[in-house]
Structures are given as C-alpha cells and as structure tokens.
C-alpha cells in the first residue's frame, strides 16, 4: 500500500489561511488601510470599482518599501512589526502578523508600487496565485499603492458567496470610517465608481468627527478627556438632543484600533440614562487608550472583540468619564460623583498593576458597586407572554389557590373570531388589551402584537400587487443618515416605494421624504424612517431571513400602534376585523401571541361553579 499523506502546495494552503482574513472587499479595504497607516503616511487616497468586486487600491505617501521587503512583503509571516513574542505586549502598530497581503495575494490580482525617499527608482511588482508575474524599477513618487483586483477570481466559490454591490459597499464604508475616524491627522479620501464619497482634510478629532458623520453634529458635540495613569478616554459624545432612533454613530477605539463591545456601549448609554428615551441611541467616538500590556494579545487581529485585563475597570472608568463630560456642559442636573472617587483611589490607578494589587483591587469599593443589575448581560428581557401572565396571576392567586392557571390561558384556534362576529361594543384596557365576549367565554386581544400581525400581512399583499397608497408630503423632509445607513436605504428603496414610502435620494447620504403611507403622520416621517433602518439592523445578521422579509417585519414592528395607546370603538373594530381577515391571526411574524382566549366553563370550574 502507498503512503497517502501529502503536504498541500503553498498557494493552496494560502488560498485556505486567506479565508481568515480576507472575507470580502472591506476586509481588504482594512488591512491595505491598517498598513498605510503604519507606514506613517499622512496622505491615503483608497478607490474601489464595482463595490470592491474588481478593484480596492490603496495609495499612500508613507516610507515605502525596498525591492527586496517588496516581494517578502507578500510571504506569509512576512512583517516588520514584531520580532519576537515580547514585542507583541509593546505592539502599537494596526497590523503585526504579516499575514495580509499574503493573504490578499492568495486570492486576487496585485499589483504593488513602491518607493522609499532615498531611493532612485521605484519596484512595480504584479502577484497573481501567490507568485510573482513581473517585477520591473518603476519611476515614482515617495510611497506604496498597492491595487487588489478581481477578489476570489480563482475561488469561484467564494466569489459567489459574494452579497450585493450595495451592500459589499456598506461594509467598506464602515471599514473606512473606522480608519479615517482615529487618524484624523492623516488626509483620506474614498472614491467609488469614480464618485468621490469622502474627502478628509486633516484637522481636529471634532472636525473629523462632523466631516464623515455629518453638519448636523457641528456644536452638538460634547468633549470627552479623562486622563489617569491607568487609561486614557479621549473623545465626543453628542449632545442628548442628537440621540437617534437609530445605532448608527456610536464608535469605540481602543489604542486606536475600532472595537465593538456591547459591555462598554451599556457604560455610555447608563452615562446617558434619564437624558434620552429609552429607544434612542446617543452618539459616541471614544478613544481609550492604554498601556497594550492591559489587552490579551491573543486576539485575532481581524476580530473587532478586545480583551481587557480588568473589563469592569474600564466600565467604570467610560461611564464616569462620560457623565462628567455632559456634567461639564451642565447638561445633566445631578451627578453622582462617588463613583469618580473610587476609581481615584483605587491602587489600579495611582500604581501600577501587580498581581497582590490585582487580587486586592477585586475585592475593593469599586467592585462591589458592580452587581448584577449594571451589567448588559444579565438584564431580563421581558416577555409579553410574562408580563402577561403577571397581570392574570395578581389577582386570581389571591382568590383562588393550587389551580392549575395555564390551563385557563389557551392561546387561540378553538376559539378565534370571524369577522362577522365581533361585537360593537369593545373593551379596552390597560391601553394595551382588547376583551371581547364571545358565546364561549372571551378573548384577550394584545393591541400591539395584534397590529404587528395585520401590518405584515399587508406589506405581502403589497408587493404581491397591492401596493400600498403613497399620500404626498405637502412639506417634503429631508433626512440625514450616517454613510452606511444611507447605502442602507438607498438598497431598500424600491420596495419601500410599494409600501407607500417616496424617497428621493439628495447626494451626500440625505434623502427627501416626498410621501409616506398614509398612516404615518406628517411631521413623523423622520422618525418613522430612523426606527425602521433600526429594526432592520437588528435582523441584518438573521441570515435566514430575505431582505424584504427583514424590511417587512421590521417595518410592522416599528409602524405598529404601541401598549399605551387608547383606542376608540372604530379603531378597535377595525383591528379586530383585520386581524381575523389575516392568514395567520393568532400569532406575530415572530411567534408572540396576538390573543389568548379563556374559557366560561374553564372560569366557572376555578371559581367552583
Ligand atoms: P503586517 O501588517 O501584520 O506586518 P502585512 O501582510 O499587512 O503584515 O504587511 C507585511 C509587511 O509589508 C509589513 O510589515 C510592512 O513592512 C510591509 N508593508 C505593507 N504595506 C505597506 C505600505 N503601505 N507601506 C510600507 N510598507 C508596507
Ligand atoms: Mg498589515
């Protein structure tokens, strides 16, 4: 028998290791940014054609690289960054693992020119499958472009996978916001399709700030700066009136590289609390930096998901830093400023960290102040069907005992309406319950999930041919979106048109409203606009769901008349009249229950009748 195991060829394992890292256009995007950074350029012009699909270039003015560094350049481990293990606790550079442009040469097309200042000529340098096509000296100025072309084009299978122009298109804009947002001392600019979409001229972190997210943002924002020996928290949050209904604008850097931490975003929005609604996100650029020995180095460097030696210190230090910046601008009446004072005492802040020091710091003040009720994850999301429950529970546990309620709550089909039967006179309680009595006992028809059911039924049918009437603004509104957003809707216009929305795109990521369906109010078209992109983000990442069925059931979500809202007899008559019209009556796209019924005789047993 021959021996069957055979070590795979370098261009075929490249193909496979470059699937970490290179994922799509914007991965790219990201790392040929990362590496200009580090390259020390204060000038980075990034274009792309066809959403990234055919081309991404990256042209800086940094220090270039030597013929030779040139082509390692592409090597996997390839990297000028680090030498040894010990240098990855010190890294300050974007990239360390050299395993990018190895990476990017696996799976496209790359063409690399560069030139460093004491050079006389330049290296041109085309890679195709991982190896050299043509190099050849190449007049040029001081710096590196380096254009990735085609992606995938010898991995069919990935290029496929490949989503839509727009929104490949979304994920590069992010991509690039999240570079140029933490240099603001280096000049971006980004142009698509030869469309300019940015250009950056170096400034302030605060004019940075309001070039890519908007004018809207000029003196609404906030100055965040706390300086400690342990951490530093540098930035701008928005003013509450700038609070969105949508989580667009809200950016955490951590030694200057975007992290997402849905730990630290919980500090900013308790900073914020009893300032802004509860649905409304406040805006956010913060900068925490600190020494990189206080990060796990063990983090893939293309996870945007950071380690913290000590998380709950930072918490504690974002949420101070932020209540006291919107102190300063006296915008918040009262403070608490306890929280200010253990962290200056801690032995974390004033000296540096040991493990005796890190041991005893988790038993002091600070640490006990965090229990279970301030941290994200352990907060309870409610349940209609609990709270529900509840409110049956109260009352009848005190009258009767040791009966089985849930066989009282059956949701549904025995014993639903038809249209013809439902009664003229409805009742209404809580602002949130319909009762209506039928022959058999009654029904308890929850308002909101009700609506739910009858909005997203008729968005269906509106597509399939009913489209829904579009009633004209008579003073058209025009709306401002972060970037991404705006690709957002601009990818979602078409089938909003059928649901009775007329948009019109207004160039720089604005849009007018011309006309909504006609049981959006005017005046709420903004509003009604933010809430949906929202909700739509929300199911973004719910890869089972269409596009149009991510709009359908975010849009019912969001149009859909709240708990709290009292209804009038017609109003209640027509809920009703359309939620048994419905295909599926009992239940929200979703799965909650729209209405339970209860049983006469199921009663008359409880009460011993
Ligand atoms: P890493 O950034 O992790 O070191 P990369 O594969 O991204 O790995 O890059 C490999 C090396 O190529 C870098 O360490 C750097 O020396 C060099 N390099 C890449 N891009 C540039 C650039 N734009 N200018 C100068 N040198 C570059
Ligand atoms: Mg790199």
């Known amino acids: 028998m021959p021996d069957i195991i055979q070590l795979l060829p370098d261009n075929i394992a490249n193909q496979i290791a470059a699937g970490e890292v290179i994922q799509r256009p914007a991965s790219a995007v990201k790392e040929l940014l990362e590496n200009a950074v580090d390259a020390g350029a204060d000038e980075i012009k990034l274009i792309i054609n066809d959403a990234g699909k055919a081309l991404v270039q990256v042209t800086d003015n940094g220090k270039g690289m030597s013929e030779t560094d040139a082509r390692m350049a592409f090597e996997r481990h390839a990297t000028s960054k680090i030498r040894n293990i010990e240098d990855l606790f010190r890294i300050k550079t974007m990239g360390f693992r050299g395993e990018a442009l190895a990476s990017i ?78 240099f603001p001392e280096i000049f971006f600019s980004f142009t698509s399709g030869g469309q300019q979409v940015f250009h950056l001229e170096k400034g302030s972190l605060k004019q940075r700030i309001v070039q890519i997210l908007g004018n809207n943002y000029n003196s609404k924002l906030v100055s965040v700066q706390e300086h400690t020996d342990y951490l530093d928290i540098i930035g701008f949050v928005g003013k509450p009136e700038t609070a969105k209904k949508t989580r667009g604008d809200q950016y955490f850097f951590v030694n200057n590289r975007f992290i997402k931490s849905a730990y630290l975003n919980h ?61 300063q601008f006296s915008i918040t009446p009262t403070l608490d400023f306890d929280l200010d004072a253990s962290i200056q005492n801690l032995d974390a802040v004033s000296k540096p960290f040991t493990d005796e020091q890190r041991s005893s710091t988790s038993a002091s003040s600070l640490f006990n102040t965090f ?53 003229d006179r409805l009742i209404q309680i809580h602002q949130a319950y319909i009762v209506v009595e039928t022959d058999r006992g009654y029904l308890l028809i929850n308002q909101q999930n009700a609506h739910e059911r009858v909005l997203y039924e008729r968005f269906n049918y509106a597509v399939s041919g009913r489209p829904i009437a579009t ?16 690709v957002l809707l601009s990818e979602l216009m078409p089938d909003l048109l059928q649901l009775g929305f007329l948009l019109e795109p207004f160039g ?44 359908f059931r975010s849009l019912a979500i969001q149009q859909c008349i709240r708990s709290g809202t009292s209804l009038s007899q017609k109003e209640m008559n027509s809920l009703l009249t359309d939620l048994f019209a419905c295909e599926i009556p009992n239940s929200t796209p979703n799965g909650k229950p729209t209405y339970m019924s209860f049983k006469k005789d199921e009663m008359d047993k409880m009460f011993g009748r």
């Open 105 to 182: 040469a696996a799976v496209a097309q790359v063409e690399l020119k560069s030139k460093r200042a004491d050079d006389v000529a330049g290296v041109y340098i085309e890679i195709e499958n991982s190896q050299v096509k043509l190099q050849e000296p190449f007049a040029m100025q001081t710096g590196t472009s380096i254009a990735m072309k085609n992606l995938f084009f010898n991995v069919p299978a990935r290029r496929n996978f490949l989503k839509s122009n727009p929104s490949e298109l979304r994920h590069i804009v992010e991509e690039f916001i999240r570079v140029a947002m933490s």
């Open 508 to 551: 720089n990521n604005s849009f007018v409203v011309q006309g909504t369906p006609a049981d959006v109010s005017q005046g709420n078209e903004r509003n009604a606009i933010e809430k949906m992109i929202e909700q739509y983000k929300h199911f973004s990442t719910d890869l089972k769901f269409s596009k149009r069925e991510k709009l």
């Open 371 to 423: 229990t279970k009720k301030n941290q994200a994850h352990f907060i309870e999301s409610k349940s209609e069907l609990k709270h529900w429950r509840d409110f049956y529970e109260k009352p009848a546990s005190t009258l009767i005992s040791g009966t089985d309620l849930s066989l009282a709550i059956r949701p549904l089909h025995e014993q639903g309406l038809t249209r013809d039967f439902i009664p």
């Open 267 to 327: 500090a900013v929005m308790k900073a914020f609390s009893d300032m802004i609604p509860k649905d409304s996100y406040p805006m956010y650029a913060l900068f925490i930096n600190l020494d990189p020995a206080q990060l796990d180095i063990n983090v893939h460097p293309t996870k945007q998901e950071i380690k913290f030696e000590d998380e709950r210190i930072v918490y504690a230090f974002v949420e101070s830093a932020v209540k006291h910046a919107l102190a």
């Open 471 to 486: 009633q004209r603004s008579l003073f058209p509104v025009s709306i401002d979106l972060a970037a991404q957003d705006a």
